[in-house]
């Protein structure tokens, strides 16, 4: 992976590795946020920006201490110190000085947190050994795939909706099921790249 | 044990959290919002039922609303007057409570009162019955009895009666208004709490035809409009309709109705009784009565009749002396 070119890696990150459908990381809000396309693009959105920033961030973070004094193993810890205070930090800014901003991205900010995929992301861009151009290309690339994957998902919750689902299927276990299917037929973009 | 891995981790660790930490709380202070600090106030002195009912969504944007002026003080119907008081005094305004309201079904057509033109076998739902030719019912205004209204009411206010008629708890029902826009017949009205007569008909067809399919519908007669001494009630089209406004709870209305579609909770009608000692035998009360329930001579004092009496209330607005009391 170290010399995939950025093409590649996007590609990759949107379709073959989507990190929803293959990785399975950020259940919670695909899940969650997914019962209006609306929200679904509004989630999509926030996760984008904080992604691509918190991506950068931990690379720096990772480069400048973590390397410098052999301390790896605190990888984990942190990340998610940098990613929780990163989002805290860009929620005040949002607010202060692009309230229209603020207002669509808004409550879904502190959703993202904690969330596994932003995490995620940011330790498989150290194990893949990335540099920087190729970390801003993996961050951007997951996380459209990430809205992508909701933004679909979304629509086909709203279908099921109005349909007539067995009393049992009713609600998650449809939509379950329905995400299964997603990520099986996500499974045909393998050897893509 | 390598001491100095931990040193290098703790110093590391610790200063990147301090370094955010204070980022943070400069950020915090660098860019903070100045948020009125009565908007605060007002949202913890609202209900918190998220309910909507005022036309924001949430109490939260409601209480922005209140702030800014673009929304009333008492623009909550779940609190009522006690929480428009409380709002009120936060913005220091006068509460001028506006008057609570509830929720009424405009339809007496019962199982047995309304006709059915055909059996419904389908969805339990006012909506999806509705798409069937309107439903069951010969009366294309009549409440279907589904309970679609029952369904979204977050208050447990309206019940669906054996006779597939939706009655609504007035003690229970806040006026949130939803019950009014999922109606599909538009039978549920707004209607003052303190307004004891309604006309429960819906019915916009001649009186004909609508007296062939229900006992208790509004057949356009015109008599409660030559019978209401106040000129609060009028028929338009082919249904009478009360001017809250001009109402004054007198009921006589509802005695003169003909097919009882006017409806008056009699237990609630007030009787005049006049104080002896305050009495000056001014005889404008007598006057005034639009019933003749009123007896006196002049310079003596006056007697209320309250088997005529149909506590209008206008002997007591007029009394000069204050010598009139409703109850």
Known sequence: MENASIFVIVVSAILVNNFVLSRFLGICPFLGVSKKVDTALGMGMAVTFVMTMAGIMTYIVNELILVRFHIEYLQTIAFILVIASLVQFVEIVLQKVSPALYQALGVFLPLITTNCAVLGLALLNIQFKFNLPQVIAHSVGAALGFTLAIVLFAGIREKTELSDVPKPFKGFPIALISASMMAMAFLGFTGLV | ?327
């Open chain 2, 1 to 327: 044990m390598d001491f100095k891995i931990i040193v290098n981790s703790v110093v590391s660790l610790g200063g990147l959290g301090l370094l955010f930490g204070a980022g943070l709380a400069f950020a915090s202070k660098k860019f903070a919002v100045e948020v009125d600090p009565r908007v605060e106030l007002v949202n913890e002195a609202l209900p918190a039922a998220n309910c909507g009912g005022c036309g924001y969504p949430g109490c939260m944007a409601f209480a922005t609303a209140v702030v800014t002026g673009e929304a009333p003080v008492n623009g909550c119907p779940v609190g009522g007057a006690e929480c428009a008081a409380k709002v009120a005094e936060i913005m220091g305004v006068d509460p001028s409570a506006g008057e609570p309201q509830v929720a009424k079904v405009m339809c007496t057509g019962a199982l047995g009162v309304c006709k059915e033109e055909f059996q419904y076998h389908g969805v339990d739902s006012c909506l999806a019955a509705n798409m069937i030719s309107g439903g069951s019912k010969a009366c294309q205004f009549g409440c279907i009895g589904f309970g679609s209204c029952a369904d979204v009411c977050p208050f447990d206010a309206i019940v669906i009666q054996d006779n597939h008629l939706a009655w609504i708890d007035p003690d229970k029902c806040v006026a949130c208004g939803k019950c009014v826009d999922i109606c599909p017949k538009h039978i549920i009205h707004m209607v003052p709490k303190e307004q004891f007569v309604v006309v429960a008909c819906s019915n916009l067809e001649k009186g004909g035809h609508v007296k062939k399919n229900c006992e208790e519908a509004c057949i356009a007669c015109g008599i409660c409009e030559r019978a209401c001494p106040f000129d609060a009630i009028h028929v338009e089209n082919n249904l009478a309709t009360i001017d809250y406004d001009k109402c004054t709870n007198c009921m006589i209305c509802a005695e003169k109705c003909p097919t009882k579609a006017i409806v008056a909770q009699f237990d609630k009608r007030k009787t005049a009784t006049i104080i002896d000692d305050k009495c000056i035998g001014c005889t404008i009360c007598k006057k005034v009565c639009p019933v003749g329930a009123i007896e006196g001579e002049v310079k003596g004092v006056h007697k209320v009749d309250p088997e005529k009496c149909v506590g209008c209330g206008l002997c007591e607005q007029k009394c000069p002396r204050d010598a009139i009391n409703m109850n």
